[in-house]
Each structure stands twice: as structure tokens, then as C-alpha cells.
């Protein structure tokens, strides 16, 4: 019923900057939290950055002041600007979205940060 695609990912050098945006399709009645996880290989998927519908943000400890979640509900989109960004930080990054009983993910897109 819902269907998120991200865009924006891409390779870029230690210190730059990417925006990522997640277009929301579908049916978005009663979503309550929307957020960015991402996944290196090997690793387990993790909590990059979150934002509930009543305008709290959560972010993960490692990405605090340099990543920013927001989202425009009018374009049915949400977005992280990723600043300062580490060769740590690569990854597939994977869009989420909730509402009560349901969980909905993107197929990821890839960023790559080079030394």
C-alpha cells in the first residue's frame, strides 16, 4: 500500500556533502514516524535519524551535528542532509516509515564515501 523510493546517494570524499530524499507514494493515512536507517556489509541495520509526525527528531549519536532529517509533507517527501560526511559512514541507506501494525521500507540507496 505504501511505496518509498530513495535517491540521492552517491560517491563522495571525506568532508562533502549528499542529500537524500525519500518519495512517499501510496497510502500515508495515519504514519506517525518517518526515518533513515542505513546497512554496511556485515553489519546490522541501524537507526541513522527519525522524525514523528508531532515534529520530534531522534538522531543517532554518531551522526549528531552533521545529519539533518526533515521532511515536507506537502511533496509526500523526506530528506537527510548528511554534512561532514566519514568514510564510517558508507552505506546502503533505507528510508522507513510507520503507522500502527505496519512498517514500510525502500530498497536503499548507496553511499559511498572515499578517504
Known amino acids: 500500500q505504501v511505496q518509498l523510493r530513495e535517491s540521492g546517494g552517491g560517491l563522495v570524499q571525506a568532508g562533502g556533502s549528499l542529500r537524500l530524499s525519500c518519495a512517499i507514494s501510496?497510502?500515508?493515512?495515519?504514519?506517525?514516524?518517518m526515518g533513515w536507517y542505513r546497512q554496511a556489509p556485515g553489519k546490522q541495520r541501524e537507526l541513522v535519524a527519525s522524525?514523528?509526525?508531532?515534529?520530534?527528531?531522534n538522531y543517532a549519536d554518531f551522526v549528531k551535528g552533521r545529519f539533518t532529517i526533515s521532511r515536507d509533507n506537502a511533496k509526500n517527501t523526506m530528506y537527510l542532509q548528511m554534512n561532514s560526511l566519514k568514510p564510517a559512514d558508507t552505506g546502503v541507506y533505507l528510508c522507513?516509515?510507520?503507522?500502527?501494525?505496519?512498517?514500510?521500507w525502500g530498497e536503499g540507496t548507496l553511499v559511498t564515501v572515499s578517504e
Open positions: 522524525v514523528t509526525t508531532g515534529g520530534g527528531s
Open positions: 501510496g497510502s500515508i493515512f495515519g504514519i506517525d514516524r
Open positions: 522507513n516509515v510507520r503507522r500502527i501494525g505496519e512498517d514500510f
